[in-house]
């Protein structure tokens, strides 16, 4: 008999092996649930990618949008502010033109004058080259055309100019040329607070887009919170890896909010700072053009309104006059023994003597009556609603008594005088030029017979002999 061969010991699986064989079997089973896991594993991937897919877009295409919106608002700023600092340096070198006496300077200016509408032209086509809105190009079409009738009438102050009909030229530029000006400078102003509109509504609508993002992300996360939940029903021993896995995913989503947050606000402070620039510069703009307005219509020595804006308030004067029928009187003073104060103590002295003047007629007259400084030692007072002559022959007796008190010049007293010449709205002429000249003519009168008296105009009892001389503006 063989003896039986020996068995070998068959070693006992271990822990690992029995795990790996069971996963195995229960994947193997007809109802395994490692097909829906992996389905479930393979949405939730895909879910998370799509959305860190959408939240890398949004951010990218909200950064983008408020770059545009920043840029454009820059652009369209800097062009507007271009075209109004071009407009007001023409004036500027147009004042500079009918001041200058030096044809070579006036040929300088003249070159620079046009270099300026040069800059204004292209300033305004690079405006109207961007996407503008139908509001917006109606706007600049309608500060095209007043810049065109702007333009034609400071040429025509530049054909005066050559012609040296200084004075029609002077009249133009600041009866016509500069308020023309304005209005086209008041529209560049309405198209700039226009686009500025246009700028809060684009940041509203990029807010809004901010905020349906927010939503599509939140509802993405709560899908993928659902899911994983499903997931982690059907393989308990996976849950906490799922769980970690989907924590990391919401943190890094959480971040990324929190960055687009912070780029959101320093965007909103890019454009609130800019917004707050804007109105410090339109301030400044606005505060420019009322300080040239100023200059244009009152006389720098004494403050006092100039020859213009006396002849614009004369003629409202008579036109209220006529409507109300009332009386308006004009006072055409001169002063006596001035020019020996301005040739004997200087021109200082005599800046001093014409401001003292321009003070007390104003303390003299009513707080509706216009005092003007029409040049040299020329002063004129017009009285509305005069019901009397005594009462313009009264006002004149208080004027002649103010301005023969002692003037302190230059550490002296001194004394001057003031003869006055008086015309009556309708009696003596119901035009403004011919009453400014009778009320010139009277006032020669008044002086011819000794200075320091007032004349009415009277024609059949003016001084024989004296020169009267015609008034021109």
């Not at 502010?81 to 007001?88: A, G, I, K």
């Not at 029609?168 to 016509?176: F, P, V």
């Not at 209220?320 to 009332?326: D, I, L």
Request: glycine share 4%; proline share 3%; with cysteine.
């Amino acid at each position: 008999m063989h003896a039986p061969e020996p068995r070998l010991p068959v070693a006992a699986p271990t822990g690992e092996s029995t795990n790996q064989r069971a996963t195995a079997t229960l994947c193997q089973e007809p109802r395994s649930p490692c097909p829906m896991l992996a389905t479930g594993f393979a949405i939730v991937f895909l879910l998370l990618m799509i959305e860190v897919a959408l939240s890398l877009s949004q951010m990218h295409s909200m950064q983008s949008r408020l770059a545009q919106v920043v840029e454009e608002y820059s652009v369209r700023a800097a062009l507007a502010q271009d075209m109004q600092r071009s407009s007001r340096e023409r004036a500027i070198v147009l004042h500079a033109m009918l001041s200058s006496e030096d044809p070579f300077e006036r040929d300088e200016l003249l070159v620079q004058l046009r270099n300026l509408g040069s800059e204004f032209l292209t300033a305004r086509d690079r405006i109207e080259a961007m996407a503008l809105s139908e509001d917006e190009r109606k706007l600049l079409r309608q500060q095209g055309e007043l810049s065109r009738t702007a333009g034609a009438l400071q040429y025509q102050v530049i054909d005066l100019l050559a012609e040296e009909r200084i004075q029609e030229a002077k009249a133009i530029l600041l009866r016509q040329a500069i308020p023309a000006q304005e209005r086209a400078l008041a529209v560049i102003q309405d198209l700039a607070a226009l686009q500025q509109a246009h700028n809060r509504d684009a940041l509203t609508a990029t807010s809004e887009e901010f905020r349906r993002a927010d939503r599509l992300l939140l509802i993405l996360g709560g899908v993928t919170l659902l899911l994983s939940a499903l997931v982690a029903g059907f393989v308990l021993h996976r849950t906490d890896a799922m769980l970690a896995a989907l924590k990391r995913s919401n943190a890094e989503l959480l971040d990324a909010r929190e960055r687009l947050e912070e780029r959101v606000a320093e965007r909103t402070a890019d454009l609130r700072r800019a917004n707050a620039k804007l109105q410090t510069e339109i301030q400044e703009r606005r505060r420019a053009q009322r300080e040239l307005a100023f200059i244009a219509t009152h006389d720098d020595l004494t403050k006092l309104p100039n020859r213009a804006l006396f002849k614009e308030h004369l003629e409202q004067g008579q036109a209220r006059a006529r409507r109300a029928e009332t009386r308006l009187a004009l006072l055409f003073i001169d002063l006596d023994g001035f020019k020996a104060i301005n040739d004997s103590l200087g021109h200082e002295a005599g800046d001093q003597v014409l401001r003292e003047v321009a003070r007390r007629l104003k303390s003299r007259v009513r707080e509706q009556d216009l005092v003007a400084r029409l040049g040299g030692d020329e002063f004129a007072l017009l009285l509305e609603q005069v019901h009397q002559p005594e009462d313009a022959a009264k006002v004149a007796d208080k004027v002649i008594d103010s301005l023969s008190r002692p003037i302190a010049v230059a550490g002296d007293m001194h004394r001057i005088g003031a003869s006055i010449g008086i015309a009556f709205y309708p009696e003596d002429a119901r035009d403004p030029d011919g009453l400014v000249r009778l009320a010139d003519n009277a006032m020669y009168a008044a002086k011819g017979s000794g200075k320091g008296h007032y004349r009415f105009h009277r024609a059949p009892r003016l001084t024989a002999g004296i020169d009267l001389m015609p008034f021109q503006w």
